[in-house]
């Protein structure tokens, strides 16, 4: 499992990120403060209050994930 700190303060960052979290196996999930939402939803994160640092959780991590999250990090 990894956690990172992750920011998607723009429109095309949220569509650009989705597309790189539906690469991903296994659950990924976004929390903002007590909400988690779905990181592969869109409308999900749109629910979220992108100007703040969010948390991304990955539960089955490989290290070639680490190059879809790096440019999303906080």
């Known amino acids: 499992m ?12 949220v569509k650009d990120f989705v597309n790189c979290m539906n690469k991903i196996d296994g659950e990924v999930t ?5 909400y988690v939402i779905n990181a592969k939803s869109i409308m999900g994160i ?3 209050d992108l100007t703040k640092t969010l948390t991304l ?6 290290d070639e994930y680490a190059a879809l999250v790096k440019r999303y990090e906080a």
Do not use: A, M
Not at 2 to 13: A, G, W
């Open 2 to 13: 990894e956690i990172l700190p992750i920011h998607l303060n723009t429109i095309d960052r």
């Open 46 to 48: 749109f629910s979220l």
């Open 30 to 34: 976004i929390s903002c403060g007590r």
């Open 57 to 62: 959780k990955i539960e089955e991590w490989k």
